[in-house]
């Protein structure tokens, strides 16, 4: 199952699944809409909605999703809808969640027992079984090998899945199925613009709004794209130009940014790097976070191109104010 929640992790939900659709077996997504987008954009394969809430179950259904189903409200929903007659028990498909210590989402082992009865009396298929790990914990592992042995017993083709990107690499978490996220986009990101501006200060001038100082002579350099794009304000990392990491000087604005170039003057025009595979990591420890919010923040006036395996430039997903002038 490939992970497409959150917009592909910033890559582009219907793209990334479309380029994928051929090599797994199934999808997972957060929200409905999500799942929505998928079936809209053509995907066929299995869907998986993580957070789908009681009145979201018809559409969830009428679209071909599975559900997650992790609490009682979902189910007294979905027993309202049979007994309207707005749906059939063999057109609903489930994959039970276990709250198996992480407290998120998902029944406790012995609320299961109860589902499951449900589920039978009803007609109602279910189609596997998950949970989540917090780290690697051998009391969560029990606890779902324990509740696999349950619902496999009322449901013996119940697809088990348990391990995420930070775990399918052990043998014995990946039972029937694993769920591959942040791993499948490793170096698939670069984030990129541009200087729209350079000069020259002095040490004790004045770099953007406030009372920030340089407290030496440098060459700065201002680039397209600020908070409203994704930089964060808080805690910028360092822009690249010319492979050497440029750091913020002052406050980021909501268009642009500006950066202490030191020795040397950038070109109006000059390629500036915000992030890309190989300093993922560096920059989210730059910015006090972790690869996954520097792979989702990137919004606003943010333009997404695909490179195809030939390295040749696919279509683009969004439009950008710039795109006119070759930007």
Known sequence: MLMVKADAYGHGLTEVAKATEDIVDAYGVATLEEGIRLRESGIKKPVLVLICAPCEIKRAIDNKLTIGLADSSQLNAIEELLAAGEVKPDKIKLHLALDSGMHRLGFSARQLDYVIVKLKDKGIKVGGIYSHLRVRSNAQIACFEKTCKKVRAAYPNAVRHLASSHSFKYDRLRYDMVRIGISAYEGAMSVESEVIASRRVKAGEFVSYGEYKVDKDTNIAVVL????????????????????????????????????????????????????????????????????????????????????????????????CRNECGG
């Not at 993922?280 to 490179?307: F, P």
């Open 225 to 320: 794209g600020g908070y409203a794009d994704g930089v964060v304000r808080e805690s910028p990392s360092a822009v690249y130009i010319r492979g050497r990491a440029c750091s913020v000087l002052g406050k980021v604005c909501m268009d642009m940014c500006i950066v202490d170039c030191g020795e040397f003057l950038p070109s109006i025009g000059e390629k500036a790097i915000f992030t890309d595979g190989e300093r993922i990591n560096e920059i989210a420890k730059q910015r006090k976070s972790v690869e996954y919010t520097l792979m989702t923040c990137w919004h606003g006036r943010a333009e997404r191109i695909y490179d195809d395996e030939s390295g040749s430039e696919a279509a683009s997903e969004s439009g950008d």
